[in-house]
């Protein structure tokens, strides 16, 4: 495949990974008709053939997709050679939710393989002996290899001008615990024996800082040419391998149902996807906060062992916060090896029952909203707009300018337009001069200079004198890797400034842009924004989860009255003349107060729709808010326990 265009050799690959699949799904239809063939032949070759020539990485016109143009067969019955001829517009079949495109493909070289059988074989693989083999092996639905969307839909599952996905690597991880084990008995002084409870965490805060001197060595020691251009590369592939994992999850479990391990597979990909993520992030986060001047070149073994530091100081620093916030009683003790051990196993059971509940949801999600990857749709912001609730974004765009200047709809316009501008400078990264930058902005969105200027400081990361401590109004946790929803994050400022001899260039990867854009726009129609300094947003985000809690409230309620027996009401705050309230102050109401006629039975149900708690701030946060509460703000169980008390008494 010599002189082939990117695009061609991958659809080589991905063709030839087609055929061999669909060849192994038919194999039991298959192996009488082919048993004839034995005696003259040994093997069957099948050769795939694509016109260099045409354009594989573009869409194609409709008329260019017609079956007796973009697929030929040839079949030699001397020489059992069948030739697959295909031109660019086959890849048209493929632009859909469904597998048609892929049972085309097939019929034709079921065909082909039937015009090499003896004559008195040939009924074996007749047309409607093929069509039942279709049918039976390959209905029509979501068992699909090949997944085609155009890459200006969605643009972090463009492939395109990408490296291989780099993976955490364990090796690296091993040789950082035994440097780990020997810094702790030589430097430390820890002897070998259980660590005291309570000088955990205290011991955590040291391993951490061990992992970030360690980091901050390699950094300084590296030669800054080309440096962010390598690792947004990087992170480029990571991000679009999350996106293929999460969009061709329905497809891998109709393609492999008979796979016991796939769902295996499936469960472990998240957590590896979201560790190499984190990882990456935190790299850049850091090498562009902190350029180094060193000599050294970046290669795979160094951006591996970069990956692997930052993973130690995430997830050290991440059981470090269990431990405080009492969410896990992780036993630590030094090994005979020298190695720092802890148990666990505990916190590794509770972690994987989780992950199987949270992959099925994963899964149930992907398939529900599988077919909107190929909806017609605008490409532009106005996509997103249309496609979002008048009356809330609108509220959310009044509140986004008075907390950052901008409407989000202003910052996902900017975005939206930065990534797919990125992408004619470069695939993978784009770089452009910061006065370079504001004019192609300026000129293509039609804004002010100072306007391009502003948004753009809101959204960029850039050298500062140290790390940990981020500008004001930024606390300092928000440069933390193991936190989530950080506002001085890669996530939330996702253009990289650097000087280049006396000039300040801007660099950015338009899929991790384009990801960034959605998870701001999710922040805020979740009501997940935090940090907010304006009254006007904390309003927003306070009706927005008000208006969560009410959806949920009526879901409950809802499938409980599909129970004719019960007398399900909602929102209630008094029982005839009688108001929900004790002498001194009311009691809110009950969300879904339940009547059992038969058993003369009150159910008082109170709804809370929790959000996924992803650290242990925020499940501490959830925890204190169910069973503690706040100083005198009561939990959420006391509330609901005077409500019931009240019932009980009246």
């Known amino acids: 495949m010599r002189g082939l265009s990117s695009p061609t050799k991958s659809y080589y690959v991905n063709f030839a990974e087609l055929i061999a699949y669909w060849l192994w799904q038919f194999t039991p239809s298959l192996s009488v008709p082919l048993a004839s063939l034995t005696a003259q032949h040994s ?9 260099p020539e045409e354009a594989w990485g573009r869409r194609q016109s409709s008329e260019l997709s017609a079956l007796e143009h973009v697929i030929n067969t040839r079949s030699d019955p001397k020489t059992g050679v069948i030739t697959v001829e295909l031109r660019a517009g086959v890849t048209e079949l493929f632009y859909s939710a469904d597998n048609r495109g892929e049972r085309d493909l097939m019929r034709a070289l079921l065909r082909a393989i039937g015009e090499l059988l003896p004559t008195q074989e040939g009924p074996a693989l007749s047309e409607e002996a093929i069509s039942s083999i279709l049918e039976l092996h390959a209905p029509l639905g979501l068992k699909k290899k090949m997944l085609l969307i155009a890459p200006d839909s969605e643009l972090d599952l463009d492939p395109r001008g990408l490296p291989h996905v780099r993976k955490l690597q364990k090796s690296d991880d091993n040789e950082l615990l035994d440097e780990l084990g020997k810094h702790l008995r030589t430097k430390e002084r820890l002897d070998v024996g259980p660590i005291p409870d309570g000088e955990r965490t205290n011991l955590l805060q040291k391993v951490v800082g061990f992992y970030y001197a360690e980091l901050q060595k390699l950094v300084a020691s590296l030669r800054p040419e080309g440096l962010q251009e390598w690792l947004i590369r990087y992170h480029e592939a990571n991000v679009n ?187 993978a990264v784009a770089r452009l001069p910061l006065e370079e930058l504001i004019d192609a902005l300026a000129d293509g969105l039609k804004w002010p200079r100072e306007k391009i200027t502003s948004a753009l400081d809101l959204l960029s990361l850039g050298p500062r004198a140290d790390f940990l401590k981020p500008p004001t109004p930024h606390p300092n ?72 809690g009410d959806a949920f409230n009526n879901r409950v309620a809802d499938m409980l009255e599909a129970n004719t027996k019960l007398v399900v009401r909602r ?64 939990s959420y169980i006391e509330k609901h326990q005077n409500r019931v008390r009240w019932l009980q008494d009246n």
């Not at 990289?496 to 842009?513: I, Q, S």
């Not at 159910?603 to 959830?622: F, G, Q, S, Y």
């Open 43 to 51: 093997h069957v070759l099948i050769q795939l053939y694509l016109h």
């Open 241 to 427: 391998a999350t996106a293929n994992h999460k969009q061709s999850l329905p497809t891998r479990l109709a393609c492999f149902s008979s796979v016991p391990e796939i769902f295996e597979v499936i469960e472990q990909e998240f957590p590896d996807d979201t560790n190499a993520a984190l990882a990456s992030r935190f790299v850049i986060e850091y090498t562009v906060a902190q350029p180094p001047s060193g000599l050294r070149p970046l290669s795979l073994d160094l951006y591996d062992r970069l990956q692997a530091l930052a993973i130690q100081i995430i997830n050290f620093g991440f059981e470090s916060d269990l431990i405080h916030f009492n969410l896990a009683d992780i036993k630590m003790l030094l090994l005979p090896s020298g190695r720092l051990g802890a148990d666990r196993e505990l916190f590794k059971q509770a972690r994987e029952e989780f992950l199987s509940v949270f992959t099925a949801g994963r899964i149930a999600r992907s398939s529900r909203g599988f077919g909107r990857h190929w909806d017609e749709r605008r490409t532009d912001i106005d996509a997103t707009e249309a496609a979002a609730e008048p009356t809330p974004f609108e509220r959310i765009d009044e509140a986004a300018q008075i907390e950052f200047g901008h409407s989000i709809t202003e910052l996902g316009r900017l975005m939206f337009y930065a990534a797919k501008f990125g992408q004619e400078i470069d695939l």
């Open 477 to 548: 946790w928000s440069v933390h890797p193991w936190r989530f929803n950080r506002s001085f994050s890669y996530v939330r400022r996702p253009f990289l400034r650097r000087a280049t001899k006396g000039v300040t260039e801007v660099l950015w990867g338009p899929r991790h842009l384009y990801v960034a854009w959605i998870n701001l726009m999710n922040l805020c129609l979740d009501g997940r924004l935090i940090e907010t300094r304006s009254k006007e947003m904390r309003e927003v985000m306070g009706e927005i989860n008000v208006k969560r």
């Open 571 to 634: 929102k209630v705050k008094r029982i005839g003349r009688l108001p929900l309230a004790m002498p001194s102050r009311p009691l809110g109401d009950i969300d879904v107060l339940v009547a059992d006629r038969r058993r003369r039975r009150l159910m008082p149900i109170e709804c809370k729709d929790l959000a996924v708690a992803r650290t242990p701030h925020e499940m501490d946060n959830e925890i204190t808010n169910l069973f503690h509460g706040h100083g005198r703000r009561k």
